[in-house]
């Protein structure tokens, strides 16, 4: 059973920055694509960024792109998402996701899902 653990969300001013990471475990190939999703209150989860392994091709939500980096670790079974230049509307749970193939269109439709972790971006 793949499960996926999030850690480092918390509050911060407009134009802050935060890094999420996700460690993973459960399963043996980790040639999918992993990344995060989030769910802004009150709208539908979106995918955020997604990376894929080998080649470490990466697929970003246009809304965040040039202020969000992902990148992953296979040694460690991780995959971290810096985030600069936030914005309010980032405020959102952030939930990490490994799907069940590449990192393509909509990767995140079929994807296991961790907890979730809580951004607060201010103003």
Request: proline share 3%; aromatic share 8%.
């Amino acid at each position: 059973q793949v499960q996926l653990r999030e850690s480092g969300g918390g509050s911060v001013q407009a134009g802050g920055s935060l890094r999420l990471s996700c460690t993973a475990s459960g399963y043996t190939d980790d040639t999918n694509c992993m990344g995060w999703l989030r769910q802004p209150p009150g709208k539908e989860r979106e995918g955020v960024a997604g990376v894929s392994h080998p080649g470490g091709i990466t697929n970003f939500l246009k809304t965040v792109r040039g202020r969000f980096t992902i990148s992953r670790d296979n040694t460690k079974n991780t995959v971290y998402l810096q985030m600069d230049s936030l914005k309010p509307e980032d405020t959102a749970t952030y939930y990490c996701a490994r799907a069940l193939g590449g990192c393509g269109y909509r990767w995140w439709a079929s994807a296991d899902w961790g907890q979730g972790t809580q951004v607060i971006v201010s103003s």
